[in-house]
Each structure stands twice: as structure tokens, then as C-alpha cells.
């Protein structure tokens, strides 16, 4: 293999492991902490009311998203001398993107711009159009998520029978081990 080849194949290793080394999740923390882009934020509306938020980046699952939404009210309602929170209205959004980037991998030994076509018959002429067109190129998919809800919290026993209701230690004992902590 002569050095021409090579490069294009050392280049993508050394991409995709630095890409590797820095892939993790989203931890439990504030929004913009360490100079990252997730995390939960919350606003107070009213005395017993916030509007909660926790975003996600790519490699953070749609699950431990929401997790740490119902954590983070979880602790706002003990932190604010409540015992139980209810979510008026909760959403989840899935923020998807693809990207395309050369495939490091495809290699043509006539020419970098020469790849296998066909022709066909279209509307009185000759076409040269690859119905694969663009195969050395690889597509990813990228998706985010980030949870929103607005809560209301109360004092003394969790209503019964409102299933938007949760108790706040209740919830802090059964997910706070669930979530990903900041390293520290």
C-alpha cells in the first residue's frame, strides 16, 4: 500500500478515536457546568410552582433525560420545604440531525471522483445517473433529547389517586443511584 493510501485510513482512525475518547453522557448537573451544553435549569413561577428542564447531548438516552427531570423536581421540592410535586404538563423532544462526512474507507484506484454508474432511457435521452449516487459517503443520525415539565408542590401526604403526583424523597431514593453523577 503506498503512503497516498494509507493517509486517508490514518486520518478516520485518529478521528473516530478522539470522537470515542470524549462520547459520554450527560451528567446529573447544572445547565452549562464545566463549560458543558446539558443539564437541568429550572425557573420558579410562583411560590410552589417551577418549570423544570433537563437537556441531553447526543449519547445521553431518552431514559436517563427524564430520569433526571423527575430527579431534579425531586430535589427542588425537599430544597424548597415541600413533600410531594405534581407535573401540570411534561414533554420530551427529540432534537434529530444528520450529518454526512466522506467514507475514509471507499477508494477508487483510477481516480478519488470515479465511481460505478449506469445509463438509462429518461424522457427522449440518455442519463448517466447513479441511483446509489454519493456511496462513499456515510450518514449518521444524531439525536438529543431534553425533558420539560411544569410542577406544583405540596406539603403533607402525596394525593391519592393523581397519578402526575410523586413523593419527593420517594423519588430521590429510587433514582438518585440511577443517574450519572459529574466525575469527580
Known amino acids: 500500500m503506498t503512503k497516498l493510501r494509507k493517509t486517508p485510513v490514518l486520518v478516520a482512525l485518529a478521528g473516530v478515536l478522539a470522537l470515542g475518547a470524549c462520547a459520554t453522557a450527560t451528567p446529573y448537573q447544572p445547565a452549562g457546568y464545566n463549560g458543558e451544553r ?3 435549569s429550572e425557573v420558579r413561577l410562583e411560590a410552589n410552582r417551577f418549570r423544570v428542564s433537563f437537556s441531553g447531548n447526543s449519547v445521553t438516552s431518552r431514559d436517563q433525560v427524564e430520569m ?5 423536581s425531586a430535589e427542588l421540592t425537599v430544597d424548597n420545604g415541600y413533600d410531594w410535586f405534581a407535573t401540570v404538563n ?3 423532544e427529540r432534537d434529530t440531525r444528520y450529518y454526512t462526512t466522506p467514507d475514509p474507507f471507499y477508494y477508487d484506484r483510477y481516480s478519488p471522483f470515479w465511481g460505478p454508474s449506469w445509463r ?3 424522457g427522449g435521452y440518455w442519463s448517466a ?19 420539560t415539565a411544569e410542577i406544583v408542590m405540596g406539603r403533607g401526604a402525596k ?11 420517594e423519588v430521590m431514593r429510587n433514582l438518585g ?3 450519572m453523577r459529574p466525575a469527580s
Open 177 to 179: 443511584p440511577r443517574v
Open 129 to 147: 445517473w447513479d441511483p446509489y449516487w454519493r456511496r462513499d459517503v456515510d450518514i449518521r443520525q444524531v439525536s438529543r433529547y431534553e425533558a
Open 159 to 169: 394525593p391519592t389517586g393523581d397519578m402526575n403526583a410523586f413523593d419527593a424523597r
Open 90 to 92: 411534561r414533554a420530551t
Open 38 to 40: 446539558g443539564g437541568y
Open 120 to 122: 438509462f432511457y429518461r
Open 68 to 72: 433526571s427531570l423527575l430527579l431534579r
